[in-house]
């Protein structure tokens, strides 16, 4: 008799990485689309302090904590109000592109989610963008909140009146914190550590330094986890295997032992 195993073909827990050249191609544009759009939602600044002004009674309204509440925190030192300037400014978009790359070479089947997850809020948000423009709280006199980039650095935008490279206008609903929100669930979703709701964190801390720098409102916030749980009900979270949650040696095809076939058995 001359038996002999072979494993069987690999089943749908063999994810197939999308070419890369492609998938760069694809986030650059949709970078570039959503960069060029909100281009689009400027010159609005009458209509975006009239908003502001309705966003800001609304909260007031229905009893929401004041976002100075916050940022008389980050005033009681020079250095916290700078350190939150920093993580505005440095992580948001780092760490969003450093998510996408680890799924992309770890869990390619949530990378595809995740990715597909993010281009949808963000382009709800281009589209909110252009129906709502809005000034955020440093710029309204009303909220009496201090401009903590300006006083204390660094800052990301420069005079709304010449700033020709981003739309300051543009304040709901938040990316930073829907992207910030995404990663976590992301990470939390494609694996398997006893620790990985502490991913919750990062959204959590974001939301306090957008507020605290008088970056966004709380509304600002709440609009974007809508949106984003939104696109969470349409697009479906991949199911977690051997594979897409990870195995301690990395395998892209888990060793299945009880199904290997035996092949020329009884000749």
């Known amino acids: 008799m001359n038996a002999r195993t072979e494993p ?15 998938e760069l191609l694809l986030v650059a544009g949709l970078f570039l689309v ?18 502001a002004y309705r966003v800001w009674d609304f909260e007031r309204a229905v009893q929401l904590p004041g976002e100075g509440a916050v940022q008389s925190l980050l005033l009681h030192g020079d250095g916290l109000a700078h350190l939150a300037n920093t993580y505005y400014a440095a992580v948001h978009f780092p760490a969003t592109v450093a998510f996408l790359v680890w799924l992309y070479l770890r869990r390619p089947a949530h990378y595809v989610w995740a990715r597909r997850v993010l281009a949808a809020v963000t ?7 252009l129906l ?16 903590t980039a300006r006083a204390y650095g ?16 543009a304040a709901m609903p938040s990316l930073h ?15 398997r550590s006893r620790w990985r709701r502490l991913w919750l964190a990062h959204p959590i801390l974001t939301l306090l330094v957008i ?5 966004h409102y709380w509304l600002d916030a709440m609009v974007a986890a809508a949106l984003l749980g939104l696109a969470l009900a349409v697009l479906p979270v991949p199911h977690r295997t051997a594979t897409t949650a990870g195995r301690p040696r990395g395998s892209l095809v888990p060793e299945r032992r ?7 058995a009884g000749r």
């Open 8 to 22: 069987a073909p690999a089943g749908s827990d063999a994810i197939a990485r999308p070419p890369l050249v492609r």
């Open 34 to 51: 959503y960069k060029f759009g909100r281009r689009l939602a400027t010159g609005h600044t009458g209509e975006a302090f009239h908003n």
């Open 123 to 129: 382009t709800a948000a281009l589209v909110l963008h």
């Open 132 to 147: 709502f423009p809005l000034a955020p709280p440093r710029m309204l006199a009303a909220t009496g909140l201090v401009d």
């Open 154 to 169: 660094p800052s990301v935008y420069g005079d709304p009146a010449t700033d020709s490279l981003s739309n300051q206008f």
């Open 177 to 191: 914190f829907g992207w910030a929100l995404m990663v976590a669930i992301g990470l939390i979703v494609a694996t």
């Open 211 to 215: 507020v605290g720098t008088a970056n």
């Open 258 to 264: 009880d199904e290997r076939t035996l092949v020329g």
